[in-house]
């Protein structure tokens, strides 16, 4: 629904920011600041950090870490971000279309 507010086509709806899967993981990715191809625990934490969910406790995250970390290794790898997404629609505002 147009508000006349602009195009601004990055804006969220409704609270939701929607992106495609392929986005997202791309946009996780973009946190593996030492470059090992897995999101830790404290980048995904940034990464939650960074969608500004303030209300996110560290629980909350190392429970998404650990929902999506399929093989227990403490570190989410391209193949385990799939379990992700779930917890990025719950916890961290995306819609995925
Ligand atoms: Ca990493």
């Known amino acids: ?4 507010v602009g ?3 990055s804006k969220a709806v409704s609270g939701k920011h929607e992106i495609t899967v392929d986005e997202f993981k791309k946009w996780l990715m973009s946190f593996d600041y030492d470059n090992d191809g897995k999101i830790s625990l404290t980048e995904l934490r940034a990464a939650v950090r960074s969608r500004g969910s303030w209300f996110m406790t560290t629980k909350k995250s190392g429970r998404g870490l650990s929902e999506a970390d ?3 290794s403490g570190y989410i790898d391209e193949n385990e971000i799939d379990s992700l997404l779930n917890f990025a629609e719950k916890c961290m505002g995306f819609k995925f279309y």
């Open 1 to 4: 629904m147009a508000l006349g």
């Open 7 to 9: 195009g601004d086509r």
């Open 70 to 72: 399929l093989d227990g």
